[in-house]
């Protein structure tokens, strides 16, 4: 594995370890007694994205605009619609069953909610050892031995062994989850909001764990969360998303001081900073809400709720373009950089916009249930 | 301008469950004053959510108020008779939750609702009772309040039934409004149109707030005062200045390096060793103590005095917050 550092993640010298290339996700949406087809949520509608070895690479956005299903998409849970998923340059499609089955144990996964995705009839120690059981030939005694080191690496001491997962915290529980994800010495880890679920003091000590088990077992992440805080101290590259597409990608620090996309400077303009004498420089509030991914907007998918959209910006979805080491989907980005409060102030005093209508926040919940 | 509105004194509530008595709240005080948006923060299991029950006296059963009072504008809230109560939820005290659909009944329209509730609380003809809710929800920046009105809770996303929920709250024209974490399950995005709508109207009114929230950017944004709460009592008190600027109980500055801060990445996040007690059987002396970086032995055995609740002062003994 070449010794990659996160300040070289930029150039394109190394090679990605997993990359994809306009990846679909659409479901069919099929109403009456016949089940016909009447529409299709384009949940995640032509991503491209590199992840290189070493990273912390961070999907972020807001509910419902594709994160989940991005990341299943890349686990290889879901076929994708179209597009190419390559792991280490070979195409998923072009792996054999038995390569495909070796790529199951190198990319694995920790889910926001721990108490849902550990088994609660099984003990900690079935839980954390069934992947071992299932992919390798090790002895039950050489496997026992295994999960105990893994409660200790996770922080948690074998007498949790024979426990069940009701016995145990919300932050033992994502620990847990955290032993059996890595319980096969993957490459690539893959987290679902690993934090979202707990308690600030809780969720500082599980990032701290997720630091030292990256450096332990030479992993590379790839998380999903719509908490930029915690972002924005946790990883090292960022993509942003925006109705299943991608429209923002850079550096940690770059994405964070300098954002360019007027999608990524509202989200960040948002998160509430706890420092009383905080004061916004670029305070943008943004009207509407987001379209429904089953009638996404022409043009930027974006514009009707851009305080800098013109006309064009309806017509065709811009394209990335790189603006000092961001690759950005947006035609206007001089005038975003322009984007401070005296604009943003102008936006704050608009309305909802006609688009969210009645209509749409009722599909957006019946899509929920 | 700072007369006390809502004065809780000594506040001891208690659940008894079969496995023994949980001391949720031990000796709580704490005063909101007129016009004055407090926020009371804390980790889960630390009293918040059961101090906004107890000033409402809607404490989930087996809970009871054990001792201590609670005044609101001078009148002792705990003697009066529960109908006496139940005027003072909704005309003086109204309360916003974390899950919209808590205070939105699912089976009636928003305007069938919103008019029985106004027009209740308020003994108005349900024109009048109306046309508030109407004033509100455009007030709440909603874009057809007409067409709220014929809606049904499920019609709306979570950041707009929460507005509606909000227009509600404020429609019974209150002295009080609790909100127990009112915007934790939204996105950022919608979150920060709810708290500047929020802020406007209750800046405008001059309305009182007691905010509850984990989320310390919140508070940060939102309120005059903070409470910090820890295993059932306020630990420390004072202006937001106070509290981020002049931390003076262990815990709030172990709980202030321990968040995520989006402006402030360079520094390493603290982690606070150990976990919130268990409120059966918390710990002597200091209930910090065993996680406490500067426990003394003495705070084992000594418990320290109390906050006011009305200055800044942490409830320490070994930091003073006139110290800071
Ligand atoms: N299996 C599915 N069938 C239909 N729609 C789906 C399915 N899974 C997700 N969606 C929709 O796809 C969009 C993206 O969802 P998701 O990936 O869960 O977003 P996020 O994780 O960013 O909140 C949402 O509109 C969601 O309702
Ligand atoms: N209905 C109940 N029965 C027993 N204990 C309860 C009940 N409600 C709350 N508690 C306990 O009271 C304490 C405070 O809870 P709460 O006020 O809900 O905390 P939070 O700060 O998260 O809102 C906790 O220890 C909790 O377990
Ligand atoms: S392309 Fe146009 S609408 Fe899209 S983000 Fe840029 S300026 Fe806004
Ligand atoms: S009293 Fe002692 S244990 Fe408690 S917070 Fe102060 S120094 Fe820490
Ligand atoms: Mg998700
Ligand atoms: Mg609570």
């Known amino acids: 594995m070449s010794d990659f550092t996160h300040a070289d993640a930029d150039s394109t010298t190394g090679e990605p370890l997993l990359q994809a290339r306009d990846v679909k996700q659409h479901y069919p949406i099929k109403e009456g007694i016949l089940r016909r087809q009447t529409g299709t949520v384009r949940a995640v509608d032509g991503v491209d994205i590199d992840i290189y070895p070493g990273d912390t690479h961070a999907i972020v956005g807001e509910s419902g605009c594709g994160k989940s299903t991005l990341l299943e998409t890349l686990l290889g849970l879901e076929e994708p619609t179209d597009g190419t998923i390559s792991y280490e340059g070979t195409p998923f499609s072009d792996l054999s069953g038995s390569e495909k089955r070796a790529l199951k144990s190198e990319i694995q996964i920790v889910f926001q909610n721990p108490e849902s995705s550990l088994d609660p009839r099984n003990t900690i120690g079935q839980i954390i050892s069934e992947p071992l059981h299932l992919h390798t030939d090790a002895s039950t005694r050489e496997i026992d031995a295994r999960v105990v080191s893994l409660l200790d690496d996770v922080g948690l001491g074998p007498r949790y062994y024979g426990r069940y997962p009701h016995e145990l915290s919300g932050g033992q529980q994502q620990r847990v989850a955290i032993a059996r994800a890595i319980s096969l010495n993957p490459t690539l880890l893959f987290l679902d909001e690993p934090t979202s679920a707990l308690d600030v003091s809780v969720q500082s000590k599980i990032l701290r764990l997720l630091d030292e088990i990256k450096d332990e077992y030479d992993l590379t992440y790839v998380m999903v969360t719509h908490d930029l805080s915690v972002v924005r101290h946790f990883a090292t590259d960022v993509s942003v998303m925006y109705l299943g597409n991608i429209i923002e990608k850079a550096t940690t620090d770059a994405l964070f001081t300098d954002p360019k996309h007027p999608y990524t400077q509202a989200l960040i303009s948002a998160v509430p900073v706890p420092n009383p004498h905080h004061t916004a420089e670029n305070d943008i509030t943004l009207p509407g809400t987001v379209p429904e991914p089953s009638d996404p907007p022409s043009g930027c998918r974006f514009h009707p709720r851009c305080p800098i959209a013109t006309d064009e910006c309806a017509e065709d979805f811009p394209d990335f373009e790189s603006h000092e080491g961001h690759d950005v989907r947006c035609i206007r980005i001089p005038e975003a950089e322009d984007l401070g409060s005296t604009e943003g102030s102008a936006v704050n005093a608009s309305g909802e916009n006609s688009r969210s209508g009645l209509s749409a926040t009722r599909r957006e919940e019946a899509r929920q249930e | ?324």
């Open chain 2, 1 to 324: 301008m700072t007369q006390p509105l809502l004065e809780i004194d000594d506040l001891h509530t208690n659940f008894d469950t079969n496995s023994g008595t949980v001391n949720a709240l031990r000796g709580v005080n704490l005063t909101i004053n007129e016009g004055e948006r407090v926020g009371l923060v804390g980790e889960s299991g630390s009293g918040k959510s059961v101090t906004a029950q107890s000033i409402l006296r809607l404490v989930d059963s087996p809970g009871r108020i054990a001792d201590g009072s609670i005044t609101l504008n001078g009148r002792d809230l705990l003697s009066l008779s529960e109908s006496g109560m139940q005027n003072v939820r909704g005309r003086d005290i109204t309360m916003i939750f974390q899950d919209p659909s808590t205070s939105l009944d699912p089976v009636y329209s928003i305007r069938s609702q919103m008019i029985e509730t106004i027009g209740h609380n308020r003994n108005m003809s349900d024109a009048e009772a109306e046309s508030v809710a109407i004033e509100y929800l455009e007030r709440v920046d909603m874009p057809n309040p007409e067409r709220i009105l014929d809606s049904y809770p499920h019609e709306l996303s979570g950041g707009m039934k929460q507005r509606v929920s909000i227009a509600m709250a404020l429609g019974f024209d209150p002295d009080l409004i609790i909100a127990d974490e009112p915007t934790t399950a939204l996105d950022v995005t919608v979150q920060k149109k709810v708290m500047e709508i929020f802020k406007d109207i209750v800046e405008e009114e001059d309305l009182s707030v007691l905010w509850i929230t984990h989320n310390l950017g919140v508070v940060a944004e939102f309120c005059d005062k903070i409470a910090v709460i820890y295993a059932g009592e306020v630990v420390e008190y004072g202006s937001v200045y106070d509290i981020f600027d002049r931390p003076a109980h262990p815990y709030t500055r172990e709980l202030l390096q321990t968040i995520p801060n989006i402006e402030r990445a360079d520094e390493e996040l603290r982690v606070i060793e150990g976990t919130v007690p268990n409120m059966r059987d918390p710990p002597s002396g200091c209930a910090f103590h065993p996680r406490c970086p500067d426990a003394e032995p003495r705070c084992e055995t000594t418990r320290p005095d109390r906050v006011d609740g009305r200055e800044h002062q942490a409830s320490c003994l070994v930091h003073d917050a006139e110290d800071q």
